[in-house]
């Protein structure tokens, strides 16, 4: 089985502050990676993912998240935050071979003035 | 435009109703979940299915049923048997490739009185 635990419920930092938001996974077969990002009362979207290659995914707005294999981490950062990066983030792993999607319990990204 | 489209956004039932969330997507996918969110507590998978007429239980499935009688569609009923059904829920889909992201409805708010 697969399980996803982020380790942090809450993040605040002030605005143009780096930010890292981590995540931690165990699964006894290869995972694909995925981060997402939910703003108030809507619907998750796709913020990067990992498949296969090179080890550091980026977004286009200025996130990355880098896949260590050794740690089983797929921590997310970001050099400087804007206030419109306040939201959800969700860590997600799929197992190779299945149709299962297993979330993380999410972090919530506080932006201060 | 393609996706994936959940009604009603908010739903108000009385205790003891059976009441059925709907989710369609037109974006040709095989594999289409149910997650329920509470605050703190993230995503927990109820229900998916990979293909027609075929659906898996989750890990939180008691007090609730899917079908799945077409490719487009995943009904979830949340049943009086349900002990705690006020919560948000998100239907996703995804493509057959277990490399693929899932795509998210806007989500259900589901308040029961």
């Known amino acids: 089985a697969q399980s996803v635990t982020q380790l942090d419920s809450q993040v605040p930092v002030f605005e143009e502050a780096p930010v890292e938001l981590r995540c931690n996974y165990s699964s006894s077969v290869s995972v694909y990676l995925f981060w997402y990002v939910q703003y108030p009362n809507q619907g998750l979207q796709l913020l990067l993912k990992y498949l296969s290659g090179s080890t550091l995914v980026e977004s286009i707005n200025g996130f990355e998240a880098e896949f260590n294999k050794s740690q089983t981490s797929f921590h997310l950062r970001k050099p400087s935050v804007h206030i419109s990066d306040t939201a959800e983030y969700f860590c997600?792993?799929?197992?190779?071979?299945?149709?299962?999607?297993?979330f993380g319990q999410g972090t919530r990204l506080t932006i201060n003035p | 435009d393609g996706g994936i489209t959940q009604s009603p956004k908010y739903l108000f039932r009385k205790e003891g109703q059976n009441v059925t969330l709907s989710c369609e997507q037109n974006?040709?996918?095989?594999?289409m979940y149910w997650y329920r969110q509470d605050p703190g507590q993230g995503l927990r998978l109820i229900y998916y299915?990979?293909?027609?007429?075929?659906?898996q239980k989750g890990d939180i499935a008691e007090g609730y049923s899917v079908s799945r009688e077409k490719k487009e569609s995943f009904p979830l009923t949340v049943t009086s048997a349900q002990k705690n059904p006020t919560a948000f829920y998100l239907c996703?889909?995804?493509?057959?490739?277990?490399?693929?992201?899932?795509?998210f409805g806007q989500g259900t708010r589901l308040t029961v009185v």
């Open positions: 974006l040709n996918h095989d594999a």
């Open positions: 996703a889909s995804r493509g057959r490739r277990q490399n693929t992201e899932a795509f």
């Open positions: 997600a792993v799929s197992p190779q071979g299945a149709q299962k999607l297993v």
């Open positions: 299915s990979q293909i027609v007429n075929d659906f």
